[in-house]
């Protein structure tokens, strides 16, 4: 049974939408993150918050933006979808210490055409 | 600074082959915990294993076993007699303290029967 959850899991939307992905989860972590995966495989750090009110633009630079008004909230926003965006986005949360590592999300498969 | 590398792209294996994928890391840190995660075709990332500096010792699980050895920096994972199932990519992490989770580049894993 997930503790996170991501919705859609898949979306195919036109360019210029306003689009946000939903992430969940119910363990009470503060801290959550967003991968951008590209058929590459490579995991892409986009944005990340250590707790409610807190976030921070991670390793690659990203059009999309995140808010963290409540600790089991982390949605992001592309403002504006572009067919550049076509990608896996995962959501993951951890405890304070990452002994555990992270829980990830299903992922939302994003295609923009 | 942390580092992980997995130098193997794609591997591909026939059924029942054994195979090792291979991860390095770097680190300054003499607390640290390793990670493997697995992501199937379905796109989530799901957690194998972890391991803490301090507990070198070997571990299997059914046809799954890890390698842990201090002395040459590697955490390496061996899946014995593959089969199709295992097919998926492979990810490799590196965690210290309250510092994020950095991830290998993967190893695309392809076994056929």
């Known amino acids: 049974e997930a503790d996170i959850y991501q919705t859609p899991r898949y979306l195919v939307i036109g360019t210029g939408k306003k689009i946000t992905l939903e992430c969940s989860q119910t363990m009470g972590h503060d801290k959550m993150y967003w991968y951008q995966q590209d058929p590459g495989m490579e995991l892409h750090l986009i944005h990340y918050s250590y707790g409610v009110n807190s976030t921070e633009k991670g390793d690659l630079s990203s059009e999309s933006t995140v808010s963290r008004i409540r600790t089991e909230h982390f949605p992001l926003t592309l403002e504006s979808a572009r067919p550049s965006h076509t990608s896996q986005y995962l959501c993951a949360s951890s405890a304070n210490r990452v002994h555990y590592g992270y829980t990830f999300g299903s992922g939302t498969r994003l295609t923009v055409v | 600074a942390q580092k992980v590398t997995q130098a193997q792209t794609e591997i591909s294996v026939v059924e029942k082959e054994d195979v090792t994928l291979d991860c390095v890391y770097e680190t300054r840190d003499t607390t640290y915990y390793l990670f493997w995660y697995k992501q199937p075709p379905s796109g989530e990332l799901v957690f194998l294993i972890r391991r803490n500096s301090f507990d070198e010792q070997n571990e299997i699980s059914g046809r799954y076993s890890w390698n842990f050895q201090k002395s040459t920096s590697s955490f390496n994972f061996t899946i014995t007699a593959s089969q199709v199932v295992d097919s998926a990519v492979y990810f490799c992490?590196?965690?210290?303290?309250?510092?994020?989770?950095?991830f290998g580049t993967g190893t695309r894993l392809l076994v056929s029967p």
């Open positions: 992490a590196l965690g210290e303290g309250f510092q994020k989770l950095v």
